[in-house]
């Protein structure tokens, strides 16, 4: 059973920046294919970047030109820049070792608040 850890969420100010963390339990975590999500308040889940484990990656059109997905060997990461308040959400980060993109995928994590204010 693989275990994801999401961190990095907080509060910003509209404009501003985060940068989430996805780590696992996984040793073989680099042979996964990872996405993030979201859910607004009130909102269904979302997609938003995925990167699989050979380097395709995809953005959402919402997302692309602002938001970065990237990974290293423990951890995969999304760069969020010039944040917007439509941005507020819970964050999760996805794993499966055959589907990628939107999905579906096996593991969830738990998943990190992001606050946009204005």
């Known amino acids: 059973q693989v275990q994801l850890v999401e961190s990095g969420g907080g509060l910003v100010q509209a404009g501003g920046s985060l940068r989430l963390s996805c780590g696992a339990s996984?040793?073989?975590?680099?042979?996964?294919?990872v996405a993030w999500f979201r859910q607004g308040s009130g909102k269904e889940r979302e997609f938003v970047a995925s990167?699989?484990?050979?380097?395709g990656i995809t953005y959402s059109d919402s997302v692309k030109g602002r938001f970065t997905i990237s990974r290293d060997n423990a951890k995969v990461y999304l760069q969020m820049n010039s944040l917007k308040p439509e941005d507020t959400a819970v964050y999760y980060c996805?794993?499966?070792?055959?589907?990628w993109g939107r999905g579906p995928y096996g593991y969830w994590g738990q998943g990190t608040q992001v606050t946009v204010s204005t």
């Open positions: 996805a794993a499966d070792r055959t589907n």
């Open positions: 996984e040793r073989t975590f680099s042979t996964y294919n």
């Open positions: 990167t699989s484990w050979i380097g």
